[in-house]
């Protein structure tokens, strides 16, 4: 099976910086694509990252250009987001997905979904 696993949230300071990562299995990892996302109680889930298949293929959303950094290492299985600059609007569960790439964009549409990490910025 699929899987998809994140870690690294919790509770920080505004400011603060968090690192989260994202473990892949059941898939052939270099030839997937991977997306962040949040989500806040009452709102939509948004988009906050993708990267391709390398690490020189990457977006972010307006909210967090700038202050995240996502990158992936290809021999752990695992994508990781680096926050910086941390906001209590960034406050949301976080969760991981995969899917097929689709050359040239660097995001697509996911396939297979973590179950979230918690992230709590308080000012």
């Known amino acids: 099976e699929v899987q998809l696993v994140e870690s690294g949230g919790g509770l920080v300071q505004t400011g603060g910086s968090l690192r989260l990562s994202c473990v892949v299995s059941?898939?052939?990892?270099?030839?997937?694509?991977i997306g962040w996302f949040r989500q806040a109680p009452g709102k939509e889930r948004e988009g906050v990252s993708c990267i391709g298949t390398t690490n020189e293929m990457t977006y972010y959303t307006e909210p967090v250009r700038g202050r995240f950094t996502i990158s992936r290492d290809n021999e752990k299985n695992t994508v990781y987001l680096q926050m910086t600059g941390l906001e209590p609007e960034d406050t949301a569960v976080y969760y991981c997905?995969?899917?097929?790439?689709?050359?040239?964009?660097?995001?697509?549409?996911?396939?297979?979904w973590g179950q979230g990490t918690q992230v709590t910025v308080s000012s």
């Open positions: 997905a995969a899917g097929k790439p689709l050359p040239p964009r660097v995001c697509t549409f996911y396939d297979y």
């Open positions: 059941g898939l052939t990892f270099d030839d997937s694509a």
